[in-house]
């Protein structure tokens, strides 16, 4: 089993930045890999951004540029810095931990762009 918890949402204006941080405890030598995907208010769930064990990244177009992926592993965290946000980045933002007995999600984190 692995828990994940999110956390550095909260409310930014267009242009700001924020930080999301995600922190693995459990049986975290079975991660492969970690993501983050963001819910907006009536449209499905949708990938952003991943990176593997060994550090490899990847970006949704929608984010690519602006949000950056990145893991400490002596702390067992990933983080989302996301720079430069729309109002469309405004979303509930999941962190994912692919593991080898299943995937794993934790609670999720509102990040709300508004002026």
């Known amino acids: 089993q692995v828990q994940l918890v999110e956390s550095g949402g909260g409310l930014v204006q267009p242009g700001g930045s924020l930080r999301l941080s995600c922190a693995a405890s459990?049986?975290?030598?079975?991660?492969?890999?970690m993501g983050w995907y963001r819910q907006a208010p009536g449209k499905q769930r949708e990938w952003a951004a991943g990176?593997?064990?060994?550090?490899?990244?990847n970006y949704a177009d929608s984010v690519k540029g602006r949000f950056t992926i990145s893991r400490d592993n002596a702390k067992n965290t990933v983080y989302l810095q996301m720079n430069s946000l729309k109002p469309e980045d405004t979303a509930v933002y999941y962190c994912?931990?692919?593991?080898?007995?299943?995937?794993?999600w934790g609670q999720g984190t509102q990040v709300t762009v508004s002026s």
């Open positions: 994912k931990a692919r593991g080898t007995t299943g995937d794993y």
């Open positions: 459990g049986s975290i030598v079975s991660i492969s890999f």
């Open positions: 990176i593997s064990v060994i550090g490899t990244t």
